[in-house]
């Protein structure tokens, strides 16, 4: 009898995981409905949600809405705002760092990819060098950041958390002024488009 439930329960995990997998399958149908309304085009981005409807047995009632909207000619721009941003001394899996917190909203930009990253600046504005590639933006230069996906047509996110350690900063021993400012773009069809950036933040920072 215990065989027999244990045996249950691993063929019932088993469908689970499947059913799960699947339904994560067909979320490139809710991407691309959210891109095809960015474009105007509502009929398609129609097209692909009932595709991921037939396909998982769920509802959007977000996207839906935005769907309605889309029809009725109302604008959907993506936009987003940065209300606030600061920063602490932090330890992250023992390793000693900037932890940088951003409290921001976006606006129509639901099951589309976005990017939130900080770059980092001498006083002067002159901007970090990167060495190792670890924390580093396309010209080679000082940043950190992460990806985001909105599940919501306007969305808050009051917490978001980006972290660097300080050896990525790559300052020999000294007393520096530093500032770091924050970006949020968004990926569209046309590949990536910044949509909000922040005032600078200071930071003053002594390497022993």
């Known amino acids: 009898m215990k065989t027999i439930r ?3 329960l691993v063929i019932t995990l088993l469908i689970c995981n499947t059913t799960l997998k699947a339904q994560n399958n067909y979320d490139f149908h809710l991407e691309n409905a959210a891109k095809y309304l960015q474009q105007g085009k509502c009929e398609m981005a129609g097209y692909d949600y009932n595709a991921y409807n037939e396909a998982t047995g769920k509802t959007d ?6 769907i309605d909207k889309c029809k009725k000619g109302i604008p959907l721009r993506i936009s987003a705002k940065i209300d606030s941003v600061w920063w602490e001394d932090a ?3 023992n390793v000693e760092g900037i932890r940088i917190h951003v ?10 990819w976005g990017n939130i990253a900080a770059y980092f600046y001498f006083n002067d504005g002159a901007a970090l060098d990167d060495l190792n590639g670890k924390y580093k933006t396309e010209n ?8 985001f996906r909105p599940r919501w047509e306007n969305a808050i996110y009051d917490d978001f958390a980006l972290f660097i350690p300080y050896d990525e900063l790559h300052l020999s021993s000294g007393n520096y002024d530093l500032k770091f400012n924050i970006l949020i773009l968004e990926y569209g069809m046309e ?6 950036n922040s005032e600078y933040v200071n930071i003053t920072y002594t390497r022993k």
């Open 61 to 66: 009632t977000e996207l839906e809405s935005m």
């Open 91 to 93: 330890v992250q899996r």
């Open 103 to 112: 409290k921001f909203q976006t606006y129509n930009m639901l099951h589309l």
């Open 140 to 147: 080679e230069k000082v940043s950190t950041g992460r990806d």
């Open 191 to 196: 590949g990536s488009r910044k949509i909000a």
């Open 6 to 8: 244990i045996l249950f």
